[in-house]
């Protein structure tokens, strides 16, 4: 079964920053667009950030704009999520998927998901 692979997630102070990795071993990612979404302790799953497959727009929810940052690199078929100036309110799992199009920073027409990293942002 295809799916990708995040990887990156960790315990941060408040302030810090993390990198998550988001990449597939059997298709190449620059084909999809591709979105970030995290899952809070009790919460549902919300979508974070957005990357279109063809002009290659980006697009943030309001929570994580000027902070998180959504980026690719086609020769590592790999997209990642720069989190910086973290809050103790980012703390979740954070999954990328695969999909058809970004609407806005959500993703819809989901094909391939992750199993998800787990980020915490503690003192």
């Known amino acids: 079964q295809l799916q990708l692979v995040e990887s990156g997630g960790g315990l941060v102070q408040p302030g810090g920053s993390l990198r998550l990795s988001c990449t597939a071993s059997e298709f190449t990612l620059e084909n999809y667009a591709i979105g970030w979404f995290h899952q809070a302790p009790g919460k549902g799953r919300e979508g974070v950030s957005c990357?279109?497959?063809?002009?290659?727009?980006?697009n943030y929810a309001d929570s994580v704009k000027g902070r998180f940052s959504i980026s690719r690199d086609n020769a590592k078929n790999t997209v990642y999520l720069q989190m910086n100036n973290l809050k103790p309110e980012d703390t979740a799992i954070y999954y990328c998927v695969a999909g058809y199009s970004c609407s806005g920073y959500v993703l819809y027409g989901a094909y391939y998901w992750g199993q998800g990293t787990q980020v915490t942002v503690s003192s």
């Open positions: 990357i279109s497959t063809t002009s290659g727009s980006t």
